[in-house]
């Protein structure tokens, strides 16, 4: 799965729906074709061909979602709501919401917890230069839906030139907005300056948006938040907002304890180990000089046996020698006697 669109469209005034993966043949689920019957009454305000356009975006390429301008939330559902229905994808996905506004914050929040999608989402009150600042991130994708004055919007993609790697999808709003034509908005002249400048490549306008993708000139070296890190600072924030109560304080507390509690285990876990290999070197040399003993033993008995044997031997030598020197003096006095020699012979010993 490529999280960069492989298909382009270079007409701008063609907004109907189609898709910018190759890999989608037209929906990619039953979610998919109804999400914009199923997010209508949702605070925010949308096309068809944006919901349809931001779901598969978040189908594809929801790994990290950023978006600037959250006003109520539902954009955020729309995107993770594709985020989720990936089976492929290898871990929850993030979603970094940003708004000026506190309210949003709220609203949003309420949006997202409704949707069952709150536990993915970190919502930051402040604008892009300051989340930067605050949190170091490598957004996947990007929903530009902020301050659409000129200004507002090039502020934005300038930022987002130095964040973002190549080959990321970044949705901009409002880009096919009437107000544009009278300066009211800036989004077409900001996003035409940022593809002049080299930074990224128009792949269609779908909806009321404009897709681009980012090309080698964005720098982009950031990584993203760890899932325990992810999960702390959405409350932190969301506390701050004024969202959760300040008992959510005692759970960090507890998930902090937690995490010293685990580091705790691992360490005593290595420990363990290590002692149980010592103890298992001891075994087996232990049972090395065992079996070393225990083959000398044998040698030592066999040896002992083999002499005993000789010994046995020996003695049977001895006793027939003995009895052999007896007999030979019997048959020389006997001999001595009938040559008369009887005396002589005492002297033969």
């Given at each position: 799965?490529?999280a960069t669109?492989?298909?382009?469209?270079?007409?701008?005034?063609?907004?109907?729906?189609?898709?910018?993966?190759?890999?989608?043949?037209?929906?990619?689920?039953?979610?998919?074709?109804?999400?914009?019957?199923?997010?209508?009454?949702?605070?925010?305000?949308?096309?068809?061909?944006?919901?349809?356009?931001?779901?598969?975006?978040?189908?594809?390429?929801?790994?990290?979602?950023?978006?600037?301008?959250?006003?109520?939330?539902?954009?955020?559902?729309?995107?993770?709501?594709?985020?989720?229905?990936?089976?492929?994808?290898?871990?929850?996905?993030?979603?970094?919401?940003?708004?000026?506004?506190?309210?949003?914050?709220?609203?949003?929040?309420?949006?997202?917890?409704?949707?069952?999608?709150?536990?993915?989402?970190?919502?930051?009150?402040?604008?892009?230069?300051?989340?930067?600042?605050?949190?170091?991130?490598?957004?996947?994708?990007?929903?530009?839906?902020?301050?659409?004055?000129?200004?507002?919007?090039?502020?934005?993609?300038?930022?987002?030139?130095?964040?973002?790697?190549?080959?990321?999808?970044?949705?901009?709003?409002?880009?096919?907005?009437?107000?544009?034509?009278?300066?009211?908005?800036?989004?077409?002249?900001?996003?035409?300056?940022w593809e002049?400048?080299?930074?990224?490549?128009?792949?269609?306008?779908?909806?009321?948006?404009?897709?681009?993708?980012?090309?080698?000139?964005?720098?982009?070296?950031?990584?993203?938040?760890?899932?325990?890190?992810?999960?702390?600072?959405?409350?932190?924030?969301?506390?701050?907002?004024?969202?959760?109560?300040?008992?959510?304080?005692?759970?960090?507390?507890?998930?902090?304890?937690?995490?010293?509690?685990?580091?705790?285990?691992?360490?005593?876990?290595?420990?363990?180990?290590?002692?149980?290999?010592?103890?298992?070197?001891?075994?087996?040399?232990?049972?090395?000089?065992?079996?070393?003993?225990?083959?000398?033993?044998?040698?030592?008995?066999?040896?002992?046996?083999?002499?005993?044997?000789?010994?046995?031997?020996?003695e049977a030598?001895?006793?027939?020698?003995?009895?052999?020197?007896?007999?030979?003096?019997?048959?020389?006095?006997?001999?001595?006697?009938?040559?008369?020699?009887?005396?002589?012979?005492?002297?033969?010993?």
């Amino acid at each position: 799965m490529t999280a960069t669109p492989d298909l382009k469209y270079a007409e701008r005034t063609d907004r109907s729906m189609r898709p910018s993966w190759s890999a989608n043949r037209g929906y990619l689920n039953a979610e998919h074709e109804g999400i914009y019957q199923a997010t209508r009454e949702l605070p925010g305000w949308q096309e068809e061909g944006d919901s349809y356009k931001l779901y598969e975006l978040g189908y594809f390429a929801g790994d990290v979602i950023l978006e600037i301008g959250v006003y109520g939330g539902r954009s955020a559902v729309v995107e993770l709501r594709g985020a989720v229905a990936n089976p492929a994808r290898a871990r929850p996905p993030q979603f970094y919401g940003l708004d000026l506004d506190p309210a949003a914050i709220v609203r949003s929040h309420d949006t997202l917890q409704a949707a069952g999608l709150s536990e993915h989402a970190l919502l930051y009150c402040g604008d892009l230069r300051h989340f930067v600042h605050d949190y170091v991130i490598r957004p996947t994708m990007v929903f530009v839906d902020g301050d659409h004055a000129y200004a507002g919007v090039r502020s934005d993609l300038d930022m987002l030139a130095e964040i973002l790697c190549p080959g990321v999808p970044v949705f901009c709003h409002d880009y096919a907005n009437d107000e544009n034509d009278g300066g009211e908005y800036g989004v077409r002249t900001a996003v035409g300056e940022w593809e002049t400048a080299g930074y990224a490549e128009f792949a269609g306008a779908f909806g009321c948006g404009a897709l681009l993708v980012t090309t080698p000139r964005c720098r982009g070296p950031y990584s993203g938040l760890t899932a325990d890190k992810f999960a702390e600072q959405r409350t932190m924030l969301l506390r701050n907002a004024g969202v959760l109560p300040e008992s959510s304080s005692q759970v960090f507390a507890l998930r902090e304890e937690l995490a010293v509690f685990r580091d705790l285990l691992d360490r005593s876990e290595a420990d363990r180990a290590a002692r149980l290999e010592v103890i298992q070197d001891l075994q087996r040399r232990f049972e090395e000089f065992v079996a070393s003993s225990a083959e000398a033993a044998r040698d030592f008995e066999s040896e002992r046996a083999r002499l005993e044997s000789a010994i046995k031997s020996l003695e049977a030598q001895v006793e027939l020698m003995g009895t052999t020197k007896y007999a030979a003096r019997r048959l020389v006095a006997a001999a001595a006697r009938r040559a008369g020699l009887h005396g002589r012979t005492k002297r033969v010993r």
